[in-house]
Structure formats: C-alpha cells, structure tokens
C-alpha cells in the first residue's frame, strides 16, 4: 500500500539548521509501514498513487509519552483534599498513604478489572495523536502483583492502536510488610519478580525511585546490576525531591533515562550528557505537588543532554492525562521554548524509550506515524490550554 500526505506544512524535527525541520508546502510519501520520502514535488515514479490533502495542516511525528503509571486501581482524591489542608506529599507516604493507598487499590482488583479501569485513561491520551506510551508496574510490590499490571499493559497494547513499552517498577515503594527491609524486599521481592517478568516477556526496561521515601543509590544499584544481567535497559526516578546522586548512577548503567531531575547539579547533567541518558522531564508531577524547585534545564541545554517531556499519568502526584497540556507546563513551568516541548514530545522521547532509529521525526526509512492537526504554527500545540486541535493520526499507509 502507497499513499500520499499532501497539502502539508511538516514539522520533521530532524536535527537540521532549520526550527522544527520545517518543510513548508510539502508531501509525504508512505509505503506500507514507513516514510518513503518527504518533498514539495511528488516523485514522477509515484504519479497515480492516492493522494490526500491536508489543506495546509500542520503535521509532526505522533506523539510519545516516555514515562506513565497508566495502570493502576482507584484514586487519591481524598489526598488531594489532605494536601489542600496543608499535608506534605512525604507525610502522606509516611502515614501510609501515598503509593501504598494505590498499591491496596491495584491488588484488590482483578486483571480484567484493572484494564476496565486503565483504558479511559488510555484512550483520553490517545485522542491527542499519540502512537507510543511506556506504561510501568509499581503498585503491585509482590511478584504476583507486579507481573498483573505488565501482562494489563501488554493487554492494552492489543486492545487500541498503539504502542506500549513496559517498565518493571518492582522498586517503587518499600511495601509495609517490609517496613525498615528494603533490602530484604528487592532480595525476595524485586529481583527475583524481576526474572519472573523478563521470563514472561513482559519487561522492556527497568525502572526504580531513588529517593529518601524509597531506595537508596546502593539498593537501585543491585536492581540495575540485575538488569544488566538479563540484558534489560535501565531507567531511573532521579532527584525529584532530594538530590541523591541517581542520575549520576543511571548514567554510570547506560541508562535510557533519568527522569524529574529537580536537584540534578551539573555533575550529575555532565555523566548523562557523556552516557547519552535522556532527561524526562515531568511538570505534572512538579505542579500537582506544588514544588518551588523547577529542573535546571539551563544546565541540562549547556550539557548537551536530551530533554524529553512526560506525563507521568499516575494517582498520586500527576494525574494528568494530555500530553498537550504537559507540553504547556513544560514551556510555562520550566521555560522550554515550544520547538524543546514539541521534540520532547516526539524525537526526544523517542530517544528515551530507545526508539529513535524507529520513530519519532517524520524522516525516510522511519514508522509512519505522522499527526496532523489544525493548525499551522508549532506553538498553537503548546499555547494552549485543554484543548485538543488533533485532525487526524496516521499510522501507516
Ligand atoms: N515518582 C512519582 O512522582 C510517582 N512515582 C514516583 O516514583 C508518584 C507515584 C504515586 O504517588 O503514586
Ligand atoms: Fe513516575
């Protein structure tokens, strides 16, 4: 199958010379799965194919969301409500609520349940363009647990058109059976559900929370050795509240991603500039928990590294289901200029799920997944605010 994209203004983010890779007044061409070529004149070998035009219509890669707790059971309304009375999102997780209210939500639910509740989610991100999420486990924190919310993200990919990448989050929160033996936990719990996941084929990446409420740098450590053993790439929740030196540590793995990055320092953006770590930033999360500190992305640009930007759609400090909007606070929240937003969104994000070779710029030879919306500047996508100017997401020919 052929068929031609034409009547187009298209936002490539190729890394060239020109902002967002623009090719104005342009064509696309695609066969089968891929992008045969972009260009302002139709190939003569290509002269007959089906041609749609898109009247001038803005188009750029399909969206990506890079970083999603997207399963999970219930909600934590009410702690929104104890954090309007002046509780601190720690307090909570200290009181016992925070990721532990969620992980009793998750377990009490059956597989068939779980999916029921995670697709209205699903599809409301969906309806913005996007053709790829990364979905992680973490609010199961047994073996069985964390293998039913990979095999309902793997469930999700079947049931809508879109491509789903697992994270094993086995090491999210320290559950209260193992108060005080984080270590003891990852020994019984995440490593060997780790093997577990991987043998079942539900694992792509690997992902943990460094961070004072949850693992220390030494215990991530004994997850990531563990990943490198099977051959899984690492991901890492690094210095969202507290610097503790984990980007520096996914870096030191190779890792994809280190992800939120409010107390990064320079040494820490330097070893994921030399790695080639992504970082994903995520404003819901900074907004839904009203912190002061924004990601230095001054220093992160100076350093050469990769920004993406992400959702982090989750029940507790970001629920939040627009990547457009994230887009948004992106730019409003941590000053990214709307061409940094839009490639953190597509090409950048690419990178950080290991994809870039795949999707992620609107280039030959890659998927096309190609957004077209109405509108013809790149900012109308990030300007605005809840609302959606999607026409049409192509998947392929
Ligand atoms: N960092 C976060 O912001 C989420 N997980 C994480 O490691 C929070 C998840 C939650 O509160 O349920
Ligand atoms: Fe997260």
Redesign the pocket.
Known sequence: MRKILSGLRIATFEETDTPYGLVKNGSIGIDGERIAWIAQDIPNDWRGVESLDFGGRLATPALIDC?T?LVFGGNRAREFEMRLEGASYEEIARAGGGIVSSVKATNGLSEDELVAQSLPRLDTLLAEGISTIEIKSGYGLNIEAELKMLRVARRLAALRPVRILTSYLGAHAVPPEYRGRADDYISQVVLPGLEAAHAANLVDAVDGFCEGIAFSPAQITRVFEKARALGLPVKL?AEQLSNLGGAKLAASFGALSA?HLEYLDEDGARAMAAAGTVAVL?PGAFYALREERAPPVRILRDAGVRMAVAT?C?PGTSPLTSLLLTMNMACTLFRLTVEEALAGATREAAHALGLSKEIGTISPGKRAEIAIWNAEQPAELCYRIGFNPLHQLILKA
Request: avoid cysteine.
């Open positions: 970083h707790h929740h992800d995520l982090d989750n």
